[in-house]
């Protein structure tokens, strides 16, 4: 493995209170998560359903995206394409400095944070406040999203508090997780209201009306996008469904997959910018298309990712992430499910621990709502990796020994035959503490001795066969 | 609105197990007992329980001699080509039995639901590997759902949890199995360990491969073994049962392991993993 990454694991996993802290958030979304399923008894034809239509999206996307284009536009929308990562934040930041913006206001949303925007926010010299508690937490942290649901996981409620103190203008006693809330809606109150422009991202872009879905448990992706002049949209293109409907099969999974509740508090559709005679919305109303890799997914086997909800059950799930955690993997998406986006949007070169650093336990794919069969896409890094002769040497060497040996069943039985009684001089009353090359195993726990002979040896003799 | 048709109908309510399973009824099976690298090397006693178990069961078992592994280290670690000449072997060894059956869900995993996808659809050797799939199984699920077979006089005093390795639970549906056959254990009471269905951490190569992460997981798994208040756990695979049994015993925990079939048989009188006869 590469030391980045077991640098960044080894920090994980020696950092007890990040353990308490994702013991808590994800405990409790499992448990309800577990509770609602348990309550909806057609929940696996649901999941059934809710695969059929991404993947359906997904293998008609041109279709419905020159649909959802052609409505948007005719609701007054403004449609824009971005082939990339840095496409996408000319595009902002272009669209931010025609409206003369100070400061904007941003609506938690991954692909904000996959295509960099907060940094190219800065670059730019505009003030960005981040609406949403945990995004906001982060932001006052100089930190990165932990989780792609509960950005702020890894921080538990008693450094929030601490950071509280030492940022906010009238943090008062913050002796509750109510407090908390309170000192932070005064901080951002103001700024919710004095911004030029808001920024969000999409859970759904609905091709027939040309509208785009928001789910959010704080209400703050309304005040992001409405008071504002502007309002921004950023989503991916695999953010399609045909129609409301639709929408509203997938919000059922999406929600009860993500925080085990029936609905948000808040989903919000937004078609069009303010209208003549309408109370409130923006002057303007921009949507960002970003490709960013997923065109290539369609083609590079890994169509069934472009299903992804980001309803984070997966990570909730996951052995892996709920020891080390979501700055562990190094990518803008933790989890299984970045284990499968991080090798597209970064490279597989530098991220081809991520495929590896899994049981292949497949809890991620029983659990996520749209049955997206992660560990085989995981596979399908791991094959790619092989062939790419990205394994280390050591790896590639070892496997080729021992399928020498697999594939010759004589030379196989004989190199057993020498190979077990040898690793019993190492035993100690049954139990082998350390051994040769076996470091991996014995630094933690100890290998049980194998038997004097082995069964082929024994069934033979007892056989009588040759 | 358009109509998104798919499979949904035909979906089988339960998100988990097999769909290719596809055996006859025979009266007395010709079955050909893949043992497994690990319980050939490591603890034979699990082949000799199998045996047991299925002449218990009406079997007439055969032990194949060139059998040697069914591949999945190759297969985990991405090795395709590796992958495809061992399944083309192991195909040709075990393709002539009525059934095959395996102590290990992992592997009996391997052979019904990856040798197949590793051949092009309609390919002679995809034939192969599906015909050999559909006739594939895990030993204690084909006691119990194949074979009818439960146990008849077998007695053991003890108190245990088990634990329900990833590839039998969720790619073959093993979970009720070896609950229903180990009730029949006189004497024998099982209490569920809280997690019984997450990962203990093994993970074939990557317990070596990331042996922190894999510690970790194994030692959270060792204390919610340990918090069951059980003296003995069992589970049907052994690689999880080593990397479980050899957590507990670096910890000082006086729990023993055994693998179910080896209480099944009537052998749980004898030494636990990691102990000398
Ligand atoms: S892969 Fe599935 S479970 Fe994971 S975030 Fe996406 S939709 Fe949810």
Known sequence: ?466 | MVAIVGQTKNIALSARGRKNVSVTSIDTPRVGLFVTCLVDAMRPRIGFAAIALLEAAGCVVDIPQRQTCCGQPALNSGDHDGTVAIAQQTIALLEGYDHVVIPSGSCAATICGHYPELFPVGSPWYERASALAGKTFELISYLADIRHWSPDRVALAAHATYHDSCSGLRELGIKAQPRRLLAGVAGLSITEMEGAETCCGFGGTFCVKYPSISNAIVDEKASHVTASGAGLLLGGDLGCLMNMAGKLHRSGSPVRAFHAAEVLAGMADGPAIGEEP
């Open chain 1, 1 to 466: 493995m590469s030391t980045a990454f077991t640098a960044r694991v080894d920090a994980a996993l020696a950092d007890r209170t990040l353990k308490i802290a994702i013991d808590r958030t994800t405990g409790t979304a499992r448990s309800k998560r577990a509770a609602a399923v348990a309550a909806w008894p057609h929940f696996q034809q649901a999941r059934a359903l809710g695969r059929d239509i991404k993947a359906h999206v997904t293998a008609n996307l041109a279709h419905y995206l020159a649909e959802f284009e052609r409505n948007a536009i005719a609701s007054g929308a403004q449609v824009h394409w971005a082939r990339n990562a840095e496409e996408a934040c000319e595009i902002v930041i272009g669209l931010c400095r025609q409206a003369g913006a100070r400061s904007v206001t941003r609506a938690k949303s991954m692909l904000g944070e996959e295509i960099g925007l907060p940094h190219a926010l800065a670059e730019a010299g505009i003030e960005r406040v981040e609406t949403d508690l945990a995004e906001h937490i982060v932001q006052l942290a100089g930190d990165t999203p932990s989780h792609i649901v509960w950005p702020a996981l890894h921080k538990t409620r008693e450094q929030v508090g601490e950071l509280f103190r030492a940022n906010h203008a009238d943090p008062g006693a913050l002796a509750s997780v109510e407090a908390m809330v309170g000192s932070a809606r005064r901080q951002l109150r103001a700024k919710f209201m004095a911004a030029d422009v808001g920024i969000s991202g999409a859970n759904f872009l609905i091709a027939d009306t040309g509208a785009i879905c928001t789910v959010t448990n704080e209400g703050n992706a309304e005040l992001t996008t409405t008071p504002p002049r502007v309002h921004i949209v950023t989503a991916g293109i695999e953010k399609l469904v045909p129609s409301l409907s639709h929408a509203m099969s997938l919000l059922r999974l999406l929600v009860r997959s993500a925080t085990g509740a029936e609905l948000t508090q808040y989903t919000t559709f937004h078609c069009g910018p303010k209208r003549a005679g309408d109370a409130d919305g923006p002057q303007a109303f921009h949507i960002v298309l970003v490709d960013n890799g997923r065109s290539k997914m369609l083609t590079d086997g890994l169509a069934e990712m472009l299903s992804c909800l980001r309803c984070g059950a997966c990570l909730n799930h996951c052995v892996v992430y709920r020891h080390i955690g979501g700055h562990a993997y190094g990518g803008t998406y933790p989890g299984p499910m970045g284990s499968v986006l991080t090798p597209v949007l970064d490279g597989l070169e530098t991220s081809n621990d991520l495929p590896k650093a899994c049981t292949l336990n497949g809890q991620c794919q029983e659990v996520c709502p749209v049955m997206i069969p992660l560990p085989t896409l995981l596979r399908g890094w791991r094959d790619r990796s092989w062939r790419e002769g990205l394994e280390p040497a050591t790896v590639r060497g070892a496997v080729w020994a021992w399928r020498l040996m697999v594939m010759r069943p004589g030379l196989y039985r004989l190199a057993t035959r020498i190979a077990v009684p040898m690793m019993r001089l190492f035993a100690r009353r049954g139990w082998i503490a350390a051994m040769p090359l076996a470091g991996g195993w014995t630094r933690h726990r100890d290998f049980p001795a194998p038997a004097r002979q082995t069964f082929m040896d024994q069934i033979r003799q007892q056989r009588g066969q040759s």
